[in-house]
C-alpha cells in the first residue's frame, strides 16, 4: 500500500474538492465575509492563505477525504438502506454530517463552532450551491457542511491571529 506524504494528500483534497465543484477561493470568500465586520481591510489573499493552512492539516484532509467518499458512495448508490436514503436526503436528523466535520472546528476553538453554526444556517456563497445539487443527482450531504468547517476554521485562525 502507498503512503502519501503530506504534499501529495493536500493535492489530492484540494482535487477531490474541485470534483464537487468547490475552489479555494471560494471558501476565500466565505472568510472574507465572516471576518470582515471585525478587520475591515482583510484581503482575500490572506483568506486563501488561512484555508490552505486549515485543509493542509491532517486531521482536516482526513475528515475531508471521508466525508467526500460516503457522499461519492452514495451518489452511485452503493449505501445499504436505510443509510442510503437518509443520506440521499440528507434528512434533518441525520447529523453526522455535521459531527464529521467537527474534527476540523475542534482545532481552532469556539470561534471555529460558533462560525460552523452560523455557516449551517446560513448557507452563504459555495455552501448554499453545493445544499441546492441535493436537487439534482450529486450528493452533497457531507461537501456542504465539510466547506463550512473549512471556511469556519480558516476564519477562527484569522481572527486568533489578529488579538490584540
Do not use: W
Amino acid at each position: 500500500m502507498y503512503k502519501y506524504n503530506s504534499e501529495e494528500l493536500y493535492e489530492y483534497t484540494v482535487e477531490k474538492l474541485r470534483g464537487v465543484g468547490v475552489e479555494l477561493e471560494e471558501i476565500a470568500e466565505i472568510v472574507q465575509e465572516l471576518q470582515k465586520p471585525y478587520i475591515p481591510d482583510l484581503s482575500l489573499d490572506r483568506c486563501l492563505e488561512s484555508v490552505k493552512s486549515v485543509i493542509s492539516k491532517r486531521e482536516s484532509i482526513h475528515a475531508i477525504l471521508t466525508g467526500l467518499a460516503i457522499d461519492e458512495m452514495c451518489e452511485k448508490n452503493l449505501l445499504d438502506e436505510p443509510l442510503q436514503s437518509i443520506i440521499y436526503d440528507d434528512e434533518g436528523l441525520y447529523g453526522i454530517d455535521e459531527i464529521l466535520p467537527l474534527g476540523i472546528i475542534n482545532m481552532y476553538g469556539t470561534i471555529g463552532l460558533t462560525n460552523f453554526g452560523y455557516l449551517d444556517k446560513k448557507k452563504i456563497g459555495v455552501i448554499d450551491e453545493l445544499d441546492k445539487k441535493k436537487r439534482t443527482d450529486k450528493v452533497t450531504t457531507f461537501a456542504d457542511d465539510l466547506i463550512a468547517a473549512i471556511a469556519a476554521a480558516a476564519a477562527a485562525r484569522i481572527a486568533h491571529s489578529n488579538q490584540k
